[in-house]
């Protein structure tokens, strides 16, 4: 088996930037396998990947240049923006369409777990509920953090103290990089200075528009933390049945 991946991840780099995304999402596959076997690992990596082509795809919209996903084990996956945005509003509705199109994913999984009466779907299901939950943290560098940065980057003051709980209530290296990168951040939303031309400019929206990303959010924030609850609690009842 080791011998058969390895020749189809020495095959896939000659396929250049596509070939260099199925390398990493292989090699993301291989280490999940090892601990939760290739079922629930290659679902799990698919919930990934489509989450990052619905940036790929909200990026390609709005005319941005923008590399194919790249996977790292434990840490996830994201998309290389060539282009950066020219605009608050344009970078919020790129970090939005990774959820979008995620919960969306997570939403039929769980559907087809039901109809089948699968656990495994069941639980692939719960991983894509908490895994866009987690990335609508209202911080920066998760999605949830470019999103509410249309509303004001000062925001992100109010995301930290929720990463520093989530951190310390269940930790791991992964949220421990996240929060390490999420420092930056931080700091520039302290110094934000409305007064400052050209950030004005970067962080100008209608209001009609702040309200509108701003409803979007919390309800899909909502939709995500109810079915990330409901679906742990069938998964943990089942455990106990």
């Not at 990335?135 to 999605?143: A, F, M, R």
């Amino acid at each position: 088996m080791a011998l058969k991946l390895l020749a189809v991840l020495l095959a896939s780099l000659k396929w250049g930037k596509l070939g260099a995304t199925g390398l990493t999402m292989l090699l993301s596959l291989a280490v999940y396998a090892g601990l939760w076997g290739w079922p629930y690992a290659a679902g799990f990596v698919a919930l990934l990947l489509i989450h990052e082509l619905g940036h790929y795809v909200a990026a390609r919209q709005r005319g941005l240049a923008v590399g194919m996903p790249t996977f790292i084990p434990f840490v996830g996956a994201w998309i290389n923006l060539k282009d950066q945005p020219m605009s608050v509003e344009t970078e919020a509705y790129v970090a939005l369409g990774g959820p979008v199109a995620g919960s969306i994913a997570a939403l039929l999984v769980y559907l087809l777990a039901s109809a089948e009466s699968s656990r495994l779907l069941l639980a692939i299901s719960y991983a894509g509920f908490f895994l866009n939950l987690f990335n609508l943290l209202p911080v920066s560098p998760l999605d949830g953090g470019r999103i509410t940065a249309v509303l004001s980057p000062r925001i992100w003051l109010l995301g930290a103290p929720a990463m520093v709980a989530l951190l310390l209530y269940r930790p791991s290296p992964a949220l421990g990089i996240v929060a390490v990168l999420a420092i930056p951040h931080l700091l520039k939303a302290w110094r934000h200075d409305p007064n400052d031309a050209r950030t004005a400019r970067y962080y100008t929206v209608p209001m009609g528009t702040r309200v509108e990303y701003g409803l979007f959010y919390l309800g899909l924030t909502a939709l995500l933390a109810v079915m990330t609850y409901d679906v742990h609690e069938m998964l943990d009842l089942g455990q106990r049945g």
